[in-house]
């Protein structure tokens, strides 16, 4: 098409292409232009001047394509001459013919993708929204800087940690989470993974009242039984006395109970995790646990599809803006330690600590011993304020809380 011939003699300013690149693919030409536009690229990337078709020409057919047949040949030696006559747009007039081709090839693509569903591939249908969010973003072409001024720096980085750690010593050397923040706890069966979270989202001082929008995502254990401990946090009473004073329980719960939502989610996938915390925009989530998330794709190792899914996982925090804690489990080798670091997770090479900005190993030395709550957190990664180390707790199990 004469856009894309059009836009052909503008990538081949080096200006034009580096502002551009980003944004523009081999898929978006058709007709003999996408071949060619893979040759202008490798060809940038070893020139820092502006080609010439001429030189572009030369490049294809004689040094990447040195096999093609004569009527290939031929044929792309018609199509540089047709180019040659199309005149070079300014800027303003190559901007719109971007807008145009990628909206067409999106548009291609949100087909391609409703066709497939339409034919019973298992594919949610927030995965066409999620194509056409992409477009939309595309084509409002505002992009957002970092800030570069040192006094905005200093008033955005000496505290990024909106939420406090409700733990005192755990506050002292970590502070506490913000937007985009990855957490992951982790630990073996029974160490009390869950009651660590619950503590720190409605136990004293705890993230809901402070004020935080809380969405707990729940496919290991009844969402139900979740919901009650919760309680049995926020109020300091036990199952049994929340039914012999249910009104006082009432009272406590309702101070926070408007921030917390929890939801039973066996066989979620990690689309329709992104499409919930669009729809809800929570502070902070928690997803226990998140290895038993569905993700598209084949992998060839269990490793392979976790990088994956907390690759996907980190990307859902920064996008929509909030914190999510990822639970998981810790392997045979944390057995019987207080000292468990994020070598220690269950099925995972580098996959999972890659993406983290915060592991949190929950140690448990006595796992025999049930009347032993005592419970050691090894901070082994911490972006948020780099420090390393262990701190020692208490467990209280009937109500799941945790003191220093």
């Known amino acids: 098409m004469n856009i894309e011939k059009e836009l052909i003699n503008l990538l081949l300013r080096k200006d034009f292409y580096e502002e551009n690149k980003g944004r523009v693919n081999k898929e978006m030409f058709t007709n003999g232009t996408g071949n060619l536009y893979e040759t202008i690229t490798r060809a940038h990337d070893d020139s820092e001047k502006d080609l010439t078709l001429d030189q572009v020409a030369t490049l294809h057919l004689e040094v990447y394509n040195p096999a093609s047949t004569r009527a290939a040949k031929e044929n792309f030696n018609s ?27 999106m548009a291609q693509r949100i087909a391609v993708a409703a066709t497939e569903i339409f034919n019973g591939k298992e594919q949610p249908l927030s995965s066409i929204q999620s194509l056409i969010d992409s477009s939309n973003e595309t084509d409002k072409e505002e992009y957002e800087y970092t800030p570069n001024n040192i006094d905005v720096l200093i008033d955005s980085l000496k505290d990024n940690t ?40 409605s136990g004293i001082d705890g993230f809901a009242p402070q004020g935080a929008k809380v969405c707990a995502l729940i496919n290991e254990e009844p969402a139900i039984r979740i919901q009650m401990r919760l309680i049995n946090a926020h109020t300091g009473m036990t199952f049994d006395q929340i039914q012999e004073s249910t009104d006082v329980a009432k ?53 392979e599809r976790l990088r994956a899914i907390y690759t996907g996982t980190r990307e859902i925090a920064k996008r929509r803006k909030c914190c999510i804690f ?67 707790c208490i467990m209280t199990p009937e109500l799941s809380r945790y003191d220093v």
């Open 251 to 303: 009272e406590k719960w309702a101070e926070i109970s408007e921030n917390i939502k929890i939801l039973d989610t066996v066989d979620w996938s990690l689309e329709k995790v992104d499409s919930f915390v669009a729809k809800e925009k929570p502070d902070i989530v928690i997803i226990d646990q998140l290895d038993k998330v569905h993700v598209p794709g084949t992998f060839a190792r269990t490793d």
């Open 326 to 392: 990822a639970i998981s489990q810790a392997s045979a080798d944390a057995s019987g330690k207080s000292d468990i670091t994020f070598d220690m997770m269950e099925n995972s090479k580098t996959g999972k600590a890659a993406e983290a900005d915060l592991i949190i190993g929950i140690g448990f030395r006595n796992m025999l011993d049930t009347d032993e709550n005592i419970r050691t957190l090894a901070i082994s990664k911490n972006k948020i304020t780099g420090w390393h180390g262990k701190i020692p």
């Open 162 to 201: 909106k939420f406090k750690f409700n733990l005192s010593s755990l506050r002292e050397k970590v502070n506490g989470i913000g937007e985009g923040n990855l957490v992951v706890i982790f630990a073996r069966p029974e160490s009390g993974k869950t009651a660590f979270w619950i503590n720190l989202v």
């Open 79 to 105: 199509l540089i001459e047709e180019i040659k006559d199309k005149e070079v747009p300014d800027k303003k007039i190559a901007n719109n013919i971007l807008k145009s081709m990628h909206k067409r090839s």
